[in-house]
């Protein structure tokens, strides 16, 4: 387990190509901040998945395009790089006709789109560079399962990117999806910002291995980022599952159950993101595919298979610990609820003699027994001091409390 404090990675600075999400995350040290995720998480709504829209393509004809899903950028932005072992160039585009010269002048070119409202980039992109109607439609429909698919001269992968808000500790998700030819990757996001900068930067400094190889070793770079990304948020949870553990024993109310729901639906949501990562890796690490060298670029995938196996391996591991402390903290609450009772009971056994005391001494006779007795009301409550005092000593002997 990681220690208490955990800093993540740091904002974006000026002049980077894009600020990352995955900035200016959260530091937590101790029970306050624990309180502070809490405080957080309870502020926003929690994750869900809904189906969007998804009528509106009942009845249409296959490969129709049509966007599916949230708008989350107002105007689509599309940047381009292009490279070699000697040359590159990066810059932005207003047009998917600025991408016509580029397309066969690069060894390798990477054009990203980020925002998928506007139906017409994705078509023109798609004529570009000959793209399957279907694949435009599922690169439009967002609420896709992970999956690869193999066409003629390019391999369709779609991917459950996840991110985690730098304001509120929220952990949400987009529908991340890559286009691999032989000289170019397609990626198409949701929305600005992703975990990619370290590669840019990559592609911008000379020498680097990924200037030096083809359009299968940029997509692994995407790919092995994309994995990367989970191990941030695996820290991120990690460190919350060591501070609830230490809280579970010293409060363990409703705030406790409420971090203890919230932190399973999370891993629910990252198992459910990363587990059919397995099957496509593997399968790019083990099939033979037009677009991918297997020889060099083959040991790569598999290293990315091994790490895609350890997530999946840890997020069991704490979708275990969550359902332990949840187990726990149903046993602390009875423990605790049978102690109050058993207070409760004792209170109740003591007052019993002493009720029938006070009640037959309360009946309306004349002629009672110490009634008219000066010392009487002094006997009696003394009398009633010895019940309980006896009876205090019985339930001591018998390890009652």
């Known amino acids: 387990m990681v220690s208490y404090g955990l800093t993540l990675l740091p904002p974006a600075e000026p002049g980077q190509y894009r600020h990352s999400r995955h900035g200016n995350w959260f530091i937590m040290k101790g029970k306050k901040s624990l309180r502070k995720v809490r405080a957080a998480h309870q502020a926003v709504k929690p994750i869900k998945k809904v189906m969007r829209n998804i009528s509106k393509t009942i009845g249409q004809p296959a490969g129709t395009l049509q966007h599916i899903g949230e708008q989350k950028t107002d105007f689509p932005a599309i940047t381009v790089f292009g490279y070699d072992a000697d040359h590159e160039f990066h810059m932005p585009l207003k047009s998917i006709a600025e991408c016509t010269a580029l397309k066969d002048k690069q060894k390798v070119l990477w054009v990203n789109i980020d925002g998928l409202h506007d139906v017409s980039v994705i078509e023109a992109l798609g004529k570009l560079f000959d793209i399957h109607p279907l694949t435009l439609e599922d690169i439009l429909h967002t609420e896709q399962r992970s999956k690869i698919e193999d066409f003629e001269h390019y391999l369709f992968l779609v991917f459950r990117a996840l991110d985690c808000d730098a304001q509120t500790g929220e952990i949400t998700e987009e529908q991340m999806s890559l286009v691999i030819g032989s000289n170019f990757v397609l990626t198409f996001q949701e929305r600005p910002g992703d975990m990619f900068d370290a590669l840019r930067a990559r592609i911008t400094s000379p020498g680097t291995s990924v200037r030096k190889r083809g359009a299968?070793?940029?997509?692994?770079?995407?790919?092995?980022?994309?994995?990367?990304?989970?191990?941030?948020?695996?820290?991120?949870?990690?460190?919350?599952?060591?501070?609830?553990?230490?809280?579970?024993?010293?409060?363990?109310g409703r705030d406790t159950f409420e971090s203890i729901y919230l932190l399973k639906k999370e891993l629910i949501l990252l198992r459910k993101s990363v587990r059919p990562m397995r099957e496509i890796i593997n399968s790019i690490s083990r099939e033979h595919y037009t677009v991918i060298d297997d020889e060099a670029t083959w040991p790569f995938f598999r290293d990315v298979y091994d790490n895609v196996i350890f997530i999946n391996e840890t997020i069991e591991t704490y979708r275990d610990i969550v359902i332990g402390m949840y187990d726990t903290w149903l046993a602390i609450v009875n423990n605790r609820m049978n102690e109050i009772m058993k207070v409760l009971t004792t209170i109740a056994t003591v007052f019993m003699p002493l009720s029938f005391i006070a009640g037959v001494y309360g009946m309306n006779f004349r002629s009672m027994p110490g009634l008219e007795w000066q010392w009487g009301f002094y006997v009696l409550l003394g009398f009633m001091g010895m019940i309980v005092a006896g009876m205090m000593v019985y339930f001591r002997t018998r390890k009652w409390f």
């Open 216 to 252: 299968d070793y940029l997509a692994y770079g995407l790919i092995d980022a994309i994995v990367d990304s989970y191990f941030v948020i695996l820290e991120q949870l990690e460190s919350r599952i060591e501070l609830l553990d230490q809280e579970l024993f010293e409060t363990s």
